[in-house]
């Protein structure tokens, strides 16, 4: 069993940068790749970006290429970087993490799923 826990998430202005941060506890040995995804209500949840702890390999989705960043400290923590935000940027935002390399894009191929941590990006 794993538990995801989101950290970060908060009201900013449109332009300004924020870090979230999930840590994964329990077995995380066979779950090499940690993601984040985001929510908008009326809206499916979205791949945002993974990266494949201990390999720095990382894959981005096209909305958030070139402002947003995930990294990982190779062992149980991923952030994510969010740079030049927008209020279309406003969602809860989730970390997930999965077994399959390299990272997934869908929802179905991540096993487990933090509560999430909600941004709010005012204009």
């Known amino acids: 069993q794993v538990r995801l826990v989101e950290s970060g998430g908060r009201l900013v202005q449109a332009g300004a940068s924020l870090r979230l941060s999930c840590t994964a506890f329990?077995?995380?040995?066979?779950?090499?790749?940690m993601a984040w995804f985001r929510e908008d209500p009326g809206k499916e949840r979205e791949f945002i970006g993974a990266v494949i702890q201990g390999f720095n390999i990382t894959r981005y989705g096209d909305s958030v290429k070139g402002r947003f960043t995930v990294s990982g400290d190779g062992a149980s923590t991923v952030n994510l970087q969010m740079d030049s935000l927008k209020t279309e940027d406003t969602a809860m935002y989730y970390c997930?993490?999965?077994?399959?390399?390299?990272?997934?894009?869908?929802?179905?191929?991540?096993?487990?799923w933090g509560q999430g941590t909600q941004v709010i990006v005012s204009s």
């Open positions: 329990g077995r995380t040995a066979a779950q090499p790749t």
């Open positions: 997930a993490i999965s077994s399959i390399v390299p990272p997934p894009t869908m929802m179905g191929e991540y096993a487990y």
